[in-house]
Nanobody
Framework: QVQLVESGGGSVQAGGSLRLSCATS????????MGWFRQAPSKEREGVAI???????TYPDSVKGRFTASRDNAKSMLYLQMNRLKPEDTAMYYC???????????????????WGQGTQVTVSS
């Protein structure tokens, strides 16, 4: 049974930092596409970081230069370092794993099969 558990969310002031962690179990995802997504109230779920099977990352312009995703396959962990946080970063953050393997990954949530329960990030101005 595949399980993903996020942690590290919380409340910070604008300009602060948080590091999210995602512990994965139940499968071997070392070459799978993985990602971090977020969803704010009344908004669609959006990808904020995608990591391909080789460890390369892509980000949308809204977080580029502020967010850094990484994976530790040996520990079955996924991380998201978030710096210079803004109030518009406030959302529920989810980690997800796709059944797709390799270096080409989609950034749409529809391509990700396994999801964590989410961790809330709140940024105050």
């Amino acid at each position: 049974q595949v399980q993903l558990v996020e942690s590290g969310g919380g409340s910070v002031q604008a300009g602060g930092s948080l590091r999210l962690s995602c512990a994965t179990s139940g499968y071997s995802a070392s070459s799978h596409c993985m990602g971090w997504f977020r969803q704010a109230p009344s908004k669609e779920r959006e990808g904020v970081a995608i990591i391909n099977g080789g460890g390369a990352t892509t980000y949308p312009d809204s977080v580029k230069g502020r967010f850094t995703a990484s994976r530790d396959n040996a520990k079955s962990m996924l991380y998201l370092q978030m710096n210079r946080l803004k109030p518009e970063d406030t959302a529920m953050y989810y980690c997800a794993v796709s059944r797709r393997v390799g270096t080409y990954c989609y950034d749409g949530s529809w391509d990700y099969t396994y999801w964590g329960q989410g961790t809330q990030v709140t940024v105050s101005s």
